[in-house]
């Protein structure tokens, strides 16, 4: 039979390679020790949205069936629904059940664990040793995914695609049997994420690849060829291709399965207003566990460019498999992850061959422990670049960072309000599990298939304040309206007008939101059970341009606030910068005590705390507010001046100046830094620096007398 032009490894373990000198007690721990790295590195807390639509359709499923007709939606009730991840539903709603939320992170890292344990036979098997490569490999592409470790159907899809890149390996191995695995594959991947086309194209381009090296090695050597010509594992492979498709009809939809994924793929609206659809931004925003792939993707193309250029082969199914995915990658950021889970053997295989010649180098005595110390390094490096994202997110339960608004979804089960609710559409996601979905029917979540481009579009308009949005609120009855109060831009257009309007009252505010009822019938006895509050509380001007009785009324609504929700570290916030105003710093250093004792972690109240020990003149406390504000990455330029003007009381004034170049640059706008500065440098009797910094200041503001006048003073004395 004639064979192709890869070479068939029968070795029935890719480890055991003449040139590994690694002992195999140390190849099993560093197998483990790396899979323990991965594992830790998935227990992060839930910070995604949607697993709250999760477990409520996976309660609906197990209750009433499987969903064809939607039921949740206020605006989209009745229009077909297809429930193609019902499977994932389901299971993430059992274990929800079982163990409860951090169940469901441990099941989560486990599941991610394994699909690299997949991920790091398939590089073994690409590479025929266990190398540093392989773990390289490995390691790169789990850092890209900690992006994304999300407790979603996404988390399964990750653990098939390292299957199905070991089944792959198959075909180069000789060993066929493995494809057939691929088949439950698919019949319970199209059931559970709509991922599986991409790993049907993963096996299409390996199939046709090496179909193509083989055809072209076939005519150059005899002029002809022949399907039949192919070698043993690659006619099994295009015989199990067709069937893994058929496989994927295994669900309740059939076909229509398929047009979920290349909708939500194709659609502009989604890609224009669901943010992991956008491309990568190469710069501000891109994630920093991500940067260790795109270098080693450099490194892989560099790689088989000099290959090809010193007349080695370049595999065109590995080609094929970096253009395909990478052209995904940069369609949309979560498909970053996916790229270097399929990718990890092309990048394996391509740094195997520099790696072991590096490793070279080293004493023959040395060729046991190389591996190891090689591991660690990238092991090391591996954690440097999750660790900013695990330093934020790790633990269990929920992230603080999305702003969850659970206390909005309790003070509106609390005071029983009823009727149609229009959020934000991450809020509709929360909403659909924690408020009663008969009583307050969503005017979007975060099912964006159930909606289509058309309602899409009619809740950015109207979401945006777009003219009509009064209308069209009317039109879907729309009884409460939850927003986000960090909202910025355009977005804080409609808590404004709605505010302006005599049709809706300001019932409820946290940190997290904004909720405004309509004064209609149903709901004027909970507006006058709850008063009304006048002023929005998510004005950065609140305190400014306001007479003496506003800014009074202000701090009432504010302390009536308090007095309701003790642990609204908002209302307290706010509070503090009105004593802070008012010249009351002790006041205030105690609202924002009673902040940074029940949250330590926000920076803000930090920042505010130094303020105040600034001006009590209690330096030793506003240093360390100040440090901790730094630690918790508040406004960095704030902080450091702070520093610098304890520093320059203290009479560090090199100190002193350090702090303010460094606030200069974190905030090269700030016009007080730089006149802080030329108050140092004229207590040290710099004359040259005083005056260049004093010019910085009337820059960045012309009116500033104070620089004007010493400027003067020093130009006439040089004079």
């Known amino acids: 039979m004639a064979q192709g032009p890869h070479p068939v ?26 899979l323990a790295l991965v594992f830790v590195a998935g227990v992060q807390a839930v910070r995604c949205w949607d697993i709250f639509y999760h477990l409520r359709l996976g309660k609906y499923a197990l209750r009433e069936g499987l969903l064809r007709v939607e039921v949740f939606s206020q605006t989209a009730r009745g229009r077909p629904y297809l429930q193609c991840q019902w499977l994932a539903h389901i299971l993430l709603y059992l274990g929800y059940v079982l163990g409860g939320i951090n169940l469901l992170i441990v099941a989560k890292a486990a599941v991610i664990a394994l699909a690299h344990a997949f991920l790091l036979l398939a590089c073994f098997n690409r590479t025929g040793r266990a190398g540093a490569a392989s773990y390289l490999a490995v390691l790169v592409s789990a850092s890209a995914l900690m992006t994304r470790s999300f407790v979603r159907g996404e988390m399964f899809s990750f653990l098939l695609f390292g299957i199905t890149c070991w089944a792959v390996e198959a075909i180069r191995l ?31 381009l390996e199939i046709g690849g090496l179909t193509i090296e083989h055809w072209l090695s076939e005519r150059r050597r005899s002029g002809r060829w022949k399907f039949l010509d192919l070698p043993r594992p690659l006619r099994v492979a295009w015989i199990v291709l067709p069937l893994c498709f058929l496989a994927t009809l295994c669900n309740p939809f059939t076909w229509r399965t398929w047009r979920v994924p290349f909708w939500l793929f194709l659609n502009p609206e989604v890609k224009q207003f669901i943010g992991e659809w956008h491309p990568p931004r190469f710069g501000v925003g891109f994630p920093p566990s991500a940067i260790p792939l795109v270098a080693l993707l450099c490194v892989t193309i560099i790689a088989l460019v000099w290959q090809a250029i010193r007349g080695r082969r370049v595999r065109v199914p590995d080609v094929l498999r970096l253009g395909a995915f990478g052209y995904l990658a940069f369609r949309a950021e979560r498909q970053i992850p996916v790229f270097g889970l399929v990718c990890a053997p092309v990048f394996a295989a391509a740094l195997d061959r520099p790696l072991k010649r590096m490793c070279r180098v080293l004493p023959k005595r040395a060729d046991s422990y190389r591996g190891l110390a090689t591991f660690l390094s990238m ?51 929360f909403f659909l599990w924690t408020l009663d979905w008969r009583a307050n029917p969503l005017c979007i979540d975060g099912r964006a298939e159930v909606y289509g481009s058309d309602l899409i579009r009619q809740f950015r308009l109207a979401r945006a304040a777009r003219p009509g949005w009064s209308e069209k609120l009317a039109a879907w009855n729309v009884e409460i309206v939850a927003l986000d109060i960090t909202a910025t831009g355009v977005r804080q257009l409609l808590p404004e007008l709605l505010h302006a309007s005599p049709d809706w009252a300001l019932a409820y505010w946290d940190e997290t939101s904004l909720v405004y009822l309509r004064r209609s019938a149903a709901n004027a ?100 507010a100040a440090q901790n504000a730094l630690e918790r990455h508040a406004s960095k330029g704030e902080a450091l001046r702070i520093l610098g003007n304890v520093y320059h009381v203290r009479g560090r004034f090199k100190e002193a100046v350090r702090a303010y170049r460094e606030a200069a640059r974190a905030a090269p ?24 910094a004093l010019r910085e200041v009337l820059k960045r503001n012309p009116d500033c007398e104070v620089a004007r006048r010493r400027l003067r003073q020093l130009e006439r004395a040089g004079d």
């Open 379 to 429: 092991a090391f490096l591996f954690w440097l670049g999750v660790w900013p994202t695990l330093s934020r997110l790790g633990g269990f339960g929920f992230s603080r960072y999305p702003g969850y608004p659970f206390k909005t979804a309790e003070w509106l089960n609390r005071h029983e309000v009823r009727g149609p609710v229009f959020c934000e559409w991450t809020y509709g996601t």
């Open 174 to 204: 000789a060993r066929p049997r493995r494809l057939w695995w691929l088949l439950p594959i698919f019949a319970v991947w199209s059931n559970v994420h709509g991922a599986f086309v991409g790993a049907l194209a993963l096996l299409g």
């Open 669 to 692: 706008g700030d016009w007080r830094i730089y006149l802080d500065l030329a108050v140092t440098y004229d207590s040290e009797s710099d004359v040259d620096r005083t005056r260049q």
């Open 525 to 624: 006895p909970v507006i006058a059970q709850v008063g009304e509050y006048r002023y929005r509380p998510d004005r950065k001007d609140l305190f400014q341009n306001v007479t003496p009785d506003q800014t009074a009324a202000i701090a009432k609504e504010l302390y009536r606030k308090l007095e309701r929700d003790p642990d609204c570290y908002a209302a307290r916030m706010l509070i503090a910068e009105y004593h802070e105003r008012r010249g009351e710093p002790e006041t205030a250093a105690r609202q924002y005590e009673a902040i940074v004792r029940q949250r330590p972690y926000i920076g803000a109240a930090w920042l505010g705390l130094a303020r105040a020990f600034l001006r009590m003149k209690e330096y030793d406390r506003a240093e360390q």
């Open 9 to 34: 490894k029968t070795t029935s373990d890719p480890t055991r390679v003449a040139y590994d000198p690694m002992p195999r007690h140390w190849t099993a721990f560093l197998i483990a020790v790396c």
